[in-house]
């Protein structure tokens, strides 16, 4: 079992440096979101600097065409010499609307084919196969001999994809190599909701695709080396929480628990623009729910019994960076060390 980190700061100027740091606190791994900075570009330097595996946890497919997808991923996996998962997600209607400027209509059947596509074009690249992908969404038909980049001696990299509801889930199952976790979900969501669905769409599987199938829990940690940090970080996790808890298409979560409501009263709050008094929403009962709380050594070692049987890797999806002292004493409590 693995632990990854955030490369919080996907800068150019702040990767490398990060990366190192937490190399040198033993994770196995490092990952990136599509957020304030491209997600792709700071693995590159994350792959230069380190030995770390590198994945985008997540980048958004319906904001790109599956071909810069395809070159990028190609270039990563080429360059890390097989350390790269492509971590895709779908994102909400409107950032891919309003903030990419791309077309939103059935986001299930058009990742479903996104990924189709990038498995033709992979196979065009490294198995020397004619490009003739056709769908509803995206047509590939062209790659002149001038611009098909050299085969990766690696293959093609895991695909991974994220999702949260029904639908999604079992797209993950029936099309994805491995399926990322949201980092706002509680154990009964996972048991009850997300893993059936999961099992649904790999009963639909094609047998061509490979049977190994990864989870990636990605995991709200609060932790600290001392009493400051450790209250940082609960109240970051705790901002974390109503935020991710006021979206619409994150209610599956808690409705599992049965706290479907607070959805919408988060909500309201957020179109009144009182973003300031959300987090008192939370409660600590919550914040334990939905994230791992505890001292280094003992935060690292619920997290491994706590995903032990759910996922191959867990992902560090804190929203502050901790200190390197208490990232190197998590990892060393992950791994019994």
């Known amino acids: 079992m693995k632990i990854d980190a955030p490369l919080l700061d996907s800068s150019f ?15 196995d791994g490092v990952f990136t979101f599509d957020g304030p900075h491209d997600p792709f570009t700071a693995l590159a330097l994350a ?7 590198i994945a985008t946890g997540v980048a958004i497919a319906l904001a790109r065409s599956p071909m810069t997808v395809a070159q990028v991923a190609h270039d990563l996996q080429s360059f890390s010499s097989g350390r790269f998962t492509l971590g895709l997600g779908s994102q909400v209607r409107a950032h891919v609307e309003r903030r990419f400027s791309m077309p939103w209509s059935r986001p299930v059947d058009r990742m479903k084919e996104f990924v189709a596509a990038l498995r033709a074009i992979f196979s065009c690249w490294n198995d020397d196969a004619p490009l003739q992908f056709d ?12 611009l098909r980049p050299a085969p990766c001696s690696h293959g093609a990299p895991p695909i991974v994809l994220a999702a949260v509801g029904r639908q999604m889930l079992e ?7 491995g399926w990322v976790t949201h980092p706002f979900h509680s154990l009964r969501y996972l048991e009850t909701f997300a893993l059936p669905a999961i099992a649904a769409g790999r009963a639909r599987r094609s047998s ?15 932790t600290g080396s001392d009493e400051g940090e450790l209250a940082a970080s609960r109240e970051a996790v705790r901002a974390q929480i109503a935020f991710y808890a006021s979206t619409q298409a994150y209610r599956p979560v ?22 300031s008094e959300m987090a008192r929403l939370v409660t600590d009962a919550m914040v334990e729910r939905y994230a791992i ?19 191959g890797r867990v992902a560090i999806a804190t929203p502050m ?17």
């Open 293 to 311: 709380v505890g001292q280094p050594e003992a935060a690292g070692r619920e997290l491994r019994l706590r995903y032990a049987k759910i996922a």
């Open 208 to 222: 061509a695709l490979a049977e190994d199938f990864h989870v990636v829990a990605q995991v709200l940690v609060v």
């Open 13 to 27: 100027a702040g990767a490398a440096p990060l990366a190192r740091s937490h190399a040198a606190a033993s994770f």
């Open 171 to 177: 797209a993950a199952g029936e099309v994805a190599d």
């Open 47 to 53: 792959a230069e600097h380190t030995r770390l595996d």
């Open 135 to 146: 769908g509803e969404f995206y047509r590939h038909t062209l790659m002149p001999p001038l």
């Open 321 to 337: 960076l901790l200190r390197p002292e208490t990232a190197g004493r998590l990892v060393a409590g992950f791994h019994g060390i």
């Open 254 to 275: 808690l409705e599992a628990d049965g706290e479907g409501e607070l959805q919408s009263e988060l909500r309201g709050l957020t179109r009144q623009g009182r973003w």
